[in-house]
């Protein structure tokens, strides 16, 4: 299976940087295809400019200044995001990802006034995150990243696509034990997924 990897951890030695590549390392001892798309290292632009903006909805003029992302996404069967979670939200990269490269024409077709998913060939989502906060503080905030990844994105490929989300919340009090468990934890995962 083709994996298209998003990963936005800016640090190379931090632990989510083990976590992108435990994640990397597993899933091709799984026997799958990894595009390890490294938003930091590729020097992504997250800024949706007046530009784009203006021609959003106009495909396939919208894809042009990122047609590289657009073709990769096309190819890909399954989609693990391994990233921080920063203010209950993804990080300004990842989330500029989604606004530039999930466009009309792409991900979405408008049929009537209605959305139409255009994304039906990824059929497996997964998710590695990490969270300052507790599971108690995410839940009472509405843990935003956790709905995005299970509902919304999952609507957007497919609404019954198997969903992988693991997270390693209150980060700013983790051990060394915590996660070393949680990255055995992201490893035998990604091995299955």
Same mark, same amino acid.
């Given at each position: 299976?083709?994996?298209?990897?998003?990963?936005?951890?800016?640090?190379?030695?931090?632990y989510?940087?083990?976590?992108h590549?435990?994640?990397?390392?597993?899933l091709?001892?799984?026997?799958?295809?990894?595009?390890?798309?490294?938003?930091?290292?590729?020097?992504?632009?997250?800024?949706?400019?007046r530009?784009?903006?203006?021609?959003?909805?106009d495909?396939?003029e919208?894809?042009?200044?990122?047609?590289?992302?657009?073709?990769? #996404?096309?190819?890909?069967?399954? =989609?693990?995001? !391994?990233?921080?979670?920063?203010?209950?939200? &993804?990080? /300004?990269?990842?989330? *500029?990802?989604?606004d530039?490269?999930?466009?009309?024409?792409?991900?979405?077709?408008?049929?009537?006034?209605k959305?139409?998913?255009? #994304?039906?060939?990824?059929?497996? =989502?997964g998710? !590695?995150?990490?969270?300052?906060?507790?599971? &108690?503080? /995410?839940f009472?905030? *509405?843990?935003?990243?956790?709905?995005?990844?299970?509902?919304?994105?999952r609507?957007?490929?497919?609404?019954?696509a198997?969903?992988?989300?693991?997270?390693h919340?209150?980060?700013?009090?983790?051990?060394?034990?915590?996660?070393?468990? &949680?990255?055995?934890?992201?490893?035998?995962?990604?091995?299955r997924?």
């Amino acid at each position: 299976m083709k994996v298209l990897v998003l990963h936005s951890h800016p640090v190379e030695e931090s632990y989510g940087a083990a976590l992108h590549r435990k994640t990397i390392e597993s899933l091709k001892s799984a026997g799958h295809e990894v595009d390890d798309c490294n938003l930091y290292a590729e020097g992504f632009d997250p800024v949706l400019s007046r530009h784009d903006r203006l021609i959003y909805h106009d495909y396939p003029e919208n894809t042009e200044a990122l047609k590289p992302y657009v073709e990769r #996404l096309e190819r890909t069967e399954a =989609l693990v995001i !391994v990233t921080p979670v920063w203010n209950f939200g &993804f990080p /300004a990269i990842l989330k *500029g990802y989604f606004d530039r490269v999930w466009l009309p024409g792409v991900s979405f077709e408008l049929v009537d006034g209605k959305v139409r998913s255009k #994304l039906q060939h990824i059929r497996k =989502l997964g998710a !590695v995150l990490t969270y300052g906060a507790d599971p &108690f503080r /995410a839940f009472v905030a *509405g843990n935003p990243p956790k709905k995005i990844v299970k509902r919304v994105l999952r609507a957007q490929i497919k609404p019954f696509a198997p969903v992988v989300f693991l997270a390693h919340y209150d980060m700013n009090r983790s051990t060394d034990m915590s996660r070393s468990r &949680f990255l055995t934890k992201v490893g035998q995962e990604m091995e299955r997924f």
